[in-house]
Nanobody
Framework: QLQLVESGGGLVQPGGSLRLSCAASGGVLNYYNIGWFRQAPGKEREGVSCMYSRDSSTYYGKSVKGRFTISRDNAKNTVYLQMNELKPEDTAVYYC???????????????????WGQGTQVTVSS
């Protein structure tokens, strides 16, 4: 059973940067689609960025495109989310997620996520 553990959240000022990490165990991330979701208070969980194993394509939500970058270190079985130019509206709990490599559109269709991390809080505030 794949297990995901996030780290790297915290408080940052607007315009600042953070890097989230997601360490996987119980499976090799290379064989899964992986990604990051977030959920702000009173809002639905949304896909932020995903990396699809089948064709190595990546997805970024409109609001984070150009500011966030997803990457993977296969040797460490870890996925990262580099977040730059952070804005107050980026404040949310960020979740690492994964699905079987055959699953399509994981970021766009949240119910297709097969595995979730416990979440890490990101707060952007001055």
């Amino acid at each position: 059973q794949l297990q995901l553990v996030e780290s790297g959240g915290g408080l940052v000022q607007p315009g600042g940067s953070l890097r989230l990490s997601c360490a996987a165990s119980g499976g090799v991330l290379n064989y899964y689609n992986i990604g990051w979701f977030r959920q702000a208070p009173g809002k639905e969980r949304e896909g932020v960025s995903c990396m699809y194993s089948r064709d190595s394509s990546t997805y970024y939500g409109k609001s984070v495109k150009g500011r966030f970058t997803i990457s993977r270190d296969n040797a460490k079985n870890t996925v990262y989310l580099q977040m730059n130019e952070l804005k107050p509206e980026d404040t949310a709990v960020y979740y690492c997620a994964a699905s079987d490599y055959r699953v399509q559109a994981m970021c766009e269709i949240t119910r297709r996520v097969g595995y979730w991390g416990q979440g890490t809080q990101v707060t952007v505030s001055s």
